[in-house]
Structures are given as structure tokens and as C-alpha cells.
């Protein structure tokens, strides 16, 4: 990645609020088979200070073989009830730093692995941000469908007020599509 696609601070703080109340991010990744996978993946951080999101994983799983092998990936966020849609685009690697385990650990994390940060099945990876997208509609529900309504009867696509953006380097792309 060059410096141009480098997340500036506000960038980050945008997405940051964008995904921060979404409790599952799904991770894609390339299989060896040639085949994307998607997973869920709580998300560790506690905010965006850096251009990175964290994730924990077991070794043993494929998440954690396949950023070894094919290190791009996606992480998708969703909150359907609040119209607010985030892709993330980046490269993910295994990281071994116990300390920033244990700065990420948490309660959940517990749960899932009970032996604790310094359990060695205990994997930290981290997916480096390259590009991201976001839509977040403004209209309510009643709006949105009266907009839907309208257009299908004029035959015009809808217009609904909505943010969208992008984050990092990447192709420009209309809303939407």
C-alpha cells in the first residue's frame, strides 16, 4: 500500500463510527480451493487509531491459514435497522504480540478462548485498512418506501438521502454500485 491510500485520521474516524455499534464484521477470505468464505468476526478494536482492524482466531481454523496464504481480503458490516452498510478492503496477517492480545482481550474473547491471551491456539490477526466504502441512508422507513413507491411508478430510480463515501485509495464508484 502507498502512502496515497494510507486512512487520514478523520477517514478513520468516520468508519470508526460508522461499524463501532456493529458487533459482527464477515471476514472473506480466499480459500485454497480458489473459493471465497465468509465468517463472523467480533471486531477487538476500541477504536481507529490506526488503519487496522483486529480480529482473534484459532490457529487451527481456516481464517488464520488462509491470511498465510492469501493475505486480501474483505470485512462486511451491517446494521439492517439503521439502513448503515460498511466494505473493507485490505490485507490481513497473523500477528504475534502477546501484549497487544492482552490490551485486546475481553470478555467474549474469553469465552470463545478460555485459556486466555497467552494460549498459544489464540491467533491475533490483523487486517491492514486499503479501501473502504460506506453507505448510511438518512430517510426513515415510511420515507424510503414512499421514495421506492414513487419511482417505481415513474419508472425513475428512487432517490433517497443517504452518506456515501469511501475511505483510502480505491476506484471512484457511484453509490450503489
Do not use: C
Request: net charge negative; no cysteine; glycine share 8%.
Amino acid at each position: 500500500m502507498n502512502e496515497s491510500t494510507v486512512p487520514s485520521a478523520s477517514e478513520l474516524q468516520k468508519l470508526w463510527e460508522m461499524i463501532k455499534d456493529i458487533r459482527f464484521g464477515m471476514l472473506v477470505t480466499r480459500h485454497g480451493n480458489g473459493h471465497l468464505h465468509a465468517r463472523p468476526m467480533t471486531t477487538q478494536n476500541r477504536s481507529l487509531d490506526e488503519p487496522a482492524l483486529w480480529f482473534f482466531a484459532s490457529r487451527s481454523t481456516d481464517p488464520a491459514a488462509e491470511s498465510a496464504s492469501e493475505p486480501q481480503v474483505n470485512v462486511s458490516y451491517a446494521a439492517p435497522d439503521k439502513d448503515r452498510y460498511v466494505s473493507v478492503t485490505g490485507s490481513v496477517r497473523l500477528v504475534e504480540d502477546l501484549e497487544k492480545k492482552k490490551a485486546l482481550w475481553s470478555t467474549p474473547a474469553q469465552a470463545w478462548f478460555p485459556g486466555g491471551p497467552e494460549d498459544p491456539d489464540v491467533a491475533l490477526l490483523e487486517v491492514r485498512i486499503e479501501h473502504a466504502e460506506y453507505w448510511d441512508v438518512k430517510d426513515s422507513k415510511p420515507v424510503q418506501l414512499l421514495r421506492m413507491a414513487t419511482a417505481a411508478m415513474s419508472g425513475r430510480q428512487p432517490r433517497m438521502d443517504a452518506d456515501y463515501g469511501q475511505v483510502g485509495g480505491g476506484a471512484e464508484r457511484p453509490p450503489g454500485g
